[in-house]
């Protein structure tokens, strides 16, 4: 899918139409969060087992009833906080992300159905991104990934792009200081 270079005359790059589901909203929130917080959940759970070891077995229940009982509730409820965040619903319907040469973002949503009378089908209106709204810009796991606002996110996969330099350009124009 992705052709040699093209001339890009404007300084514009463009995407082709992708649709990404928000599967990847739930893997990168976990890999994120995972990583950084760890020992959050490790630290009571080890407390928990050793002090059931050493002193009384009925920790060791508690222990088990925390990692089999609780945190499954709990990873259940933030999987469903970002499934259903604006953010991961919007990657749900086939857009086109643009860059100009200042690093401001346009995302032209499409509908989901070619007939756009279906309620409940239309397409989120276009969204435009400041180059000054956009508060981090990494590459995680093939993806751009973008925060911008208060908790949204936007991620654009490289193989929405024609070319490998468009993918490494996207990125680089919101994150000039790794040139």
């Known amino acids: 899918m992705i052709k ?3 001339s ?4 514009i790059i463009s995407t082709e139409e992708f649709r990404l589901g928000s599967t ?14 760890w020992f959050i959940v490790a630290a009571p ?3 928990l087992a050793i002090y059931g070891i050493w002193f009384d077995w009925r920790y060791m229940v508690v222990t088990a009833c925390v990692i089999f009982i609780l945190f499954p509730t ?3 409820v ?8 604006p953010s991961a619903i919007r990657s ?7 860059i100009d040469p200042q690093g401001n973002i346009t995302v032209t949503y499409s509908p989901l159905t070619p007939d756009d009378k279906v309620p409940g089908k239309e397409a989120p209106a276009t969204l435009y991104i400041p180059r000054d709204a956009v508060t981090t810009c990494r590459y995680w796991n093939h993806y751009t990934v973008l925060k911008y606002g208060e908790k949204e996110t936007l991620m654009v996969p490289d193989k929405a792009f024609r070319t490998h330099t468009e993918a490494t350009e ?4 919101l994150n000039p200081e790794e040139e």
């Open 170 to 173: 996207f990125y680089l124009r």
């Open 45 to 47: 759970i080890a407390a």
């Open 74 to 76: 709990f990873a259940m």
């Open 8 to 11: 890009n005359t404007k300084g």
């Open 78 to 85: 933030a999987f469903n906080m970002v499934l259903t965040s």
């Open 92 to 98: 749900m319907f086939p857009q086109k992300v643009t």
């Open 24 to 37: 990847p909203h739930a893997r990168e929130a976990l890999a994120h969060w995972a990583g950084r917080f």
């Open 4 to 6: 040699e270079a093209d």
